[in-house]
């Protein structure tokens, strides 16, 4: 559950929700959280 913990560090609304879309995928949430640390 790193994934949604880290989506409330993304400053802005259009990556939180990426991310969230992005953290039912294991392969693409390693990808997708460079993009929020960004």
Known sequence: MD???RVYECSR???RVA???VASNH???E???GWCVW
């Open 3 to 5: 994934a949604l913990l």
């Open 13 to 15: 609304v259009q990556e």
């Open 19 to 21: 991310y969230f879309v």
């Open 27 to 29: 392969e693409r949430e």
């Open 31 to 33: 990808r997708q959280r």
